[in-house]
């Protein structure tokens, strides 16, 4: 059985702690864990983490998947949480589907390069701050934010983005998203950008993406898809598809008076 030792600040006092004693708890310890995921009968059942402090007992690199299908979890507050070393942080929170509160003003991630999904189906989340993250070296930013349904503005101004390569999905079905910045993103190593809008149904104009470099784009299918309350688009007419092998649907479903060029008309 897996088990989860924490030490209680108030009472300064260890204890060792039995799946079923988290159940509808408040979490606040700090942790020593033989595993970097929550095991998924205490994840199932946890609804706040109000302080973590990082202390596994070796120095993990890999946090994907932490707390996947963390159903009750309605707030996590992460800002003593500051792992120095980990690279991956893709579906981190992956299904948290009542999240509605993260603090992740402390996190680190100057080394991260898998962010793939981080916060995918995270559909409760109505605010979210990563104003913090350094992404300099990402290069996997795939469904990053997909079907994170609530959020009706991304602040993506600090974003580096020259490394990286994926971003199929990343906004896919944030049906509630009425503003985004994406004025900071280098997509020059961007090989897949597929379904990055699909389904961003409330969105009247797309960020003013005409200087994005996509001469390494090799599919950009259903980019917009289903955008069905777009009034207007940047210009694409000088995008770069040499590479590209699929750019079809690409607006399928949006306002046929769009200015779509003729070479995305797929």
């Given at each position: 059985?897996?088990?989860?030792?924490?030490?209680?600040?108030?009472?300064?006092?260890?204890?060792?702690?039995?799946?079923?004693?988290?159940?509808?708890?408040?979490?606040?310890?700090?942790?020593?864990?033989?595993?970097?995921?929550?095991?998924?009968?205490?994840?199932?059942?946890?609804?706040?983490?109000?302080?973590?402090?990082?202390?596994?007992?070796?120095?993990?690199?890999?946090?994907?998947?932490?707390?996947?299908?963390?159903?009750?979890?309605?707030s996590i507050d992460l800002s003593n949480f500051t792992p120095r070393n980990v690279t991956n942080i893709s579906y981190m929170f992956y299904n948290c589907v009542n999240?509605?509160?993260?603090?992740?003003?402390?996190?680190?991630?100057?080394?991260?390069?898998?962010?793939?999904?981080?916060?995918?189906?995270?559909?409760?989340?109505?605010?979210?701050?990563?104003?913090?993250?350094?992404?300099?070296?990402?290069?996997?930013?795939?469904?990053?934010?997909?079907?994170?349904?609530?959020?009706?503005?991304?602040?993506?101004?600090?974003?580096?983005?020259?490394?990286?390569t994926h971003m199929t999905g990343m906004f896919h079905g944030c049906k509630n998203l009425v503003k985004l910045d994406l004025s900071s993103f280098d997509t020059t190593?961007?090989?897949?950008?597929?379904?990055?809008?699909?389904?961003?149904?409330?969105?009247?104009?797309?960020?003013?993406?005409?200087?994005?470099?996509?001469?390494?784009?090799?599919?950009?299918?259903?980019?917009?898809?289903?955008?069905?309350?777009?009034?207007?688009?940047?210009?694409?007419?000088?995008?770069?598809?040499?590479?590209?092998?699929?750019?079809?649907?690409?607006?399928?479903?949006?306002?046929?008076?769009?200015?779509?060029?003729?070479?995305?008309?797929?």
């Open positions: 059985m897996s088990l989860i030792f924490a030490k209680y600040m108030l009472i300064k006092e260890e204890k060792r702690i039995n799946k079923k004693d988290l159940i509808n708890e408040k979490f606040e310890c700090d942790i020593f864990i033989n595993e970097q995921k929550f095991p998924d009968k205490i994840c199932s059942k946890l609804m706040e983490i109000n302080r973590i402090t990082y202390l596994f007992k070796r120095n993990y690199t890999d946090l994907s998947n932490m707390f996947e299908n963390c159903s009750c979890l309605l999240l509605s509160k993260i603090n992740l003003s402390n996190f680190n991630t100057n080394l991260v390069r898998n962010m793939a999904g981080i916060f995918n189906n995270c559909q409760s989340l109505i605010n979210l701050d990563i104003s913090s993250f350094n992404t300099n070296l990402a290069n996997n930013m795939m469904g990053m934010f997909s079907n994170c349904s609530s959020l009706a503005s991304i602040d993506l101004k600090n974003f580096s983005t020259q490394n990286v190593n961007v090989s897949y950008m597929n379904g990055m809008f699909y389904n961003c149904y409330s969105l009247k104009s797309l960020p003013d993406i005409s200087g994005w470099n996509t001469s390494s784009v090799k599919d950009m299918a259903s980019l917009c898809e289903k955008c069905t309350s777009l009034e207007s688009i940047p210009d694409l007419s000088k995008w770069n598809a040499a590479a590209a092998t699929d750019v079809s649907s690409m607006f399928d479903g949006c306002s046929k008076k769009l200015n779509v060029p003729e070479k995305f008309k797929k």
